[in-house]
């Protein structure tokens, strides 16, 4: 089947119609699992109910510092990440991966490439192609949570995780489904950890958010304001209060700035999907924006004159600062760290948009150090869980060579588990490039913690640990040999999967679990309680925050 580029639909027609519902209950605060839910099949039978002690991260022993910067700055720790960051230290860790290019991921990408061919196709191609065995958005997903669990370049893959949000394109509306696979490596990829306005240049360009945002339809006769307005409100400025930084004529303004700003849609040709400006579709007359006359007969030149401007704009040093603080630091930057803020801004303002000296300014301060018991904590979102459950479990990447189209593949089940029909990262609302308006999935532990989105977890947990996510992997049959007593086998899990002690009070409740005598008419052997003890870690508070 060839696929085809169908007619635009306005993108703003969906706005208003996405977003988490909030709710009171996080992980731990509530004890047995209520029984109309478990009737309706939304939890698991057999997660057991503990009451923990430790609710949220403030009530938990504190990590050391390299486990915190792994919890932040990478999906984890997994146990080879975390002897190689205690051996370069905190501050060397962070320069390393900042170097991203100079980390080697060939073992990573060359089984993607050979695997999932697709993600490295232009739209041409991918256009041409006749059925195949798996669906191409499928393998673009399925990639991101393979190099989000195994790639050495963890902080850069942070940082793609984040800008995928921040230049959010939603893939299942029609055409994205192609579109958004080469967006995905020309411009998220390609500048995660480059110059912002590269990365925002790359972005303007794309036929993807083109189309998105319905640029490609807006012409001198009918400029469409929904690009203008989103590269201000949700890419640069932010949103505008009482007319500061911006007004709604400056929105208009810069909607004409872009007229003319499309994709070569020429069917069967090489350069389908690449930028094209069409001048007869400009507006060439002059226009004014943030204060800025724009002179007449500026062409193509507007646009890019448009985007040196928002990048130059002192607000948006500041909401950059603020989204990237908001990611690795505290939900509320402005009540709880506005110095850093300003700090980080300023770090944008000095290099000229240097994404790596931002971060680098978050990684390195105190306010990061003391941020895991402080603030409120930072809430694990779902896609991040189900990643940091691989690595801390340890699967060997060999178990799941990257082959879609069978379910006798690991890899295919693996995928299905998370993102099929019924698979855990539907139940929970975070589906990769899934999120239906432009402004991404919310970075906030209120859009995280609904009654289902919980339940959700502690099902995660116990396909993580049962061997039905990954065919055949169960933790417990990895544990080194020679722990016998419930206290050792406990003390083993707990260091492996969390590497903080928990409470006394809670570490005796898993003893007590795993030690306990069985419920009447329960048959459970010991390699199965060891199991589901290993699935309340993991599906306990102190794994779900981060």
């Not at 100079?102 to 993607?112: K, M, R, T």
């Not at 195949?132 to 942070?158: G, H, K, M």
């Amino acid at each position: 089947m060839v696929h085809e580029i169908s007619p635009v639909r306005s993108r703003r027609n969906f706005l208003g119609l996405g977003g988490a519902a909030a709710a009171a209950l996080l992980p731990g605060a509530a004890g047995p699992v209520p029984t109309d839910l478990v009737s309706t099949g939304l939890v698991a039978t057999d997660a057991p109910p503990l009451r923990w002690q430790a609710k949220i991260s403030a009530d938990m022993p504190a990590p050391d510092p390299i486990v915190h910067l792994l919890s932040r700055a990478a999906f984890g720790p997994s146990p080879q990440d975390l002897v190689a960051a205690r051996t370069l230290g905190p501050a060397a860790w962070i320069e390393r991966q900042l170097a991203y290019e100079a980390i080697d991921a060939s073992a990573v990408e060359g089984p993607l490439v050979a695997g999932l061919p697709t993600l490295a196709m232009n739209l041409n191609d991918l256009t041409q192609l006749q059925p195949r065995d798996f669906r191409i958005p499928d393998a673009l997903s399925a990639a991101t949570f393979y190099r989000q669990v195994f790639s050495p370049r963890q902080l850069y893959e942070v940082m793609v995780d984040f800008w995928s949000d921040h230049f959010n394109i939603y893939q299942p509306m029609e055409n994205h489904e192609l579109l958004k696979c080469v967006d995905d490596r020309k411009v998220i990829r390609a500048h995660a950890l480059g110059r912002f306005k590269d990365l925002l240049t790359a972005s303007a360009h794309s036929a993807a958010m083109l189309h998105y945002l319905n640029n490609d339809e807006s012409t001198k006769d009918q400029p469409n304001e929904n690009y203008a307005r989103e590269i201000m409100e949700l890419h640069t400025l932010g949103v505008a209060v009482d007319g500061q930084p911006y007004t709604e004529a400056d929105v208009l303004e810069l909607a004409r700035c872009f007229t003319g700003w499309t994709w070569n849609k020429t069917w069967n040709h090489p350069v389908l999907g690449d930028f094209l400006f069409r001048p007869e579709q400009h507006d060439d007359g002059p226009k004014q924006v943030l204060g800025l006359t724009f002179p007449a007969q500026g062409g193509e030149r507007d646009g890019r004159m448009a985007i040196d401007l928002l990048c130059a704009h002192p607000a948006t040093a500041r909401f950059l600062a603020f989204k990237l603080v908001r990611r690795f630091v505290c939900d509320d930057p402005l009540a709880d760290v506005p110095s850093l803020v300003d700090r980080v801004a300023a770090a944008y303002t000095a290099t000229d948009g240097d994404i790596k000296a931002m971060v680098r300014t978050i990684l390195t301060s105190d306010d990061f150090a003391q941020s895991f018991a402080g603030f409120g904590g930072k809430l694990t979102r779902p896609m991040d869980l189900a990643v940091r459950m691989m690595r801390a479990a340890d699967i060997p990447q060999a178990i799941l060579e990257p082959k879609m189209g069978d379910m006798a593949f690991p890899f295919q089940i693996w995928f299905y588990e998370l993102v099929g029909y019924a698979g855990y990262m539907r139940r929970m609302g975070q589906v990769p490039f899934g999120w239906l308006t432009p402004d991404g999935y919310a970075d906030v532990k209120s859009a995280w913690s609904t009654t289902v989105a919980m339940l959700e977890r502690w099902n995660m947990a116990l396909g993580r640990a049962n061997g039905s996510m990954v065919p055949g992997f169960r933790p417990h049959e990895h544990r080194p040999a020679g722990w016998t007593s419930a206290e050792g086998i406990v003390d083993h899990w707990i260091k492996m999967l969390l590497h903080r002690p928990m409470l006394p009070v809670d570490r005796q409740l898993l003893i007590d679990f795993l030690a306990g005598p069985l419920k009447p008419g329960e048959a459970v052997s010991a390699d199965q309680r060891e199991m589901q003890t290993v699935a309340l870690i993991l599906g306990s508070p102190y794994f779900q925050w981060r």
